[in-house]
């Protein structure tokens, strides 16, 4: 019988949410931007300085960070003790990267949508955060890859790390080589499906209840 869910594991779901808010922004956001062009153009068009979607982007995503920091810290603090070394760590720093991600691209937004980028607030928003960003993203996925497969632990876990790597790979590839009336689609991979899709699983396994000790547990989703 499964145990009663406490609130870290009903706090999962801030992860869910989280996505969702982000989503929402995403898609209806160009809709407060005539000329948008969602093939072409990055997300963070739609939250630049002076961007006619900003205000709409603020409404929509008002839940995207926030759940998203509440959901990882309460994985963080659920994997105490549990998994394996290896996947903690991963996990830990996946909760960099939403830090990182979340304090960095609120303060460095673009200053200029489908500007040329020489401001330094957008030196500092594509170079630094997002270089950082996206290290944060490589090393924990492939720690937890590792940590997951390890003694099949976890696969389960370590087979959406595998996804979401995958999915940014394709999605940095394609930023710089396919055409650019198609860059846009490819960004998207990296930023909505593989980043915030894989913040949702993490949460959705709190909610299961699926981060057990190593020892006697056969629970894994």
Known sequence: ME????????LGLLGIISFLSYLAAVVFSPLAYPGYDWKSQAVSDLSA???PSLSLWNQLSCLYGICGIICIM???VAVQGKLNKL???GIYFWAG???ISTIGYTLFPLSESGGSGKAFQDII??????TAVVLFSIISLVII???GYRK???VSLATFASIALLLMFIGSIGWNAAPPAYVGIFQRFSNVVAANGFTMVLGIYLFRGAYHPLQGSKHYP
């Open 74 to 76: 309460m994985v963080c």
């Open 152 to 154: 099949k632990s976890i």
């Open 3 to 10: 145990s009663k869910k406490s609130l870290i594991n009903w």
């Open 49 to 51: 300085v002076n961007a």
């Open 87 to 89: 996947l903690r760590i």
């Open 97 to 99: 990267m939403l830090w």
């Open 125 to 130: 928003h594509g170079y630094v955060v997002t």
């Open 145 to 147: 890859m590792f940590g």
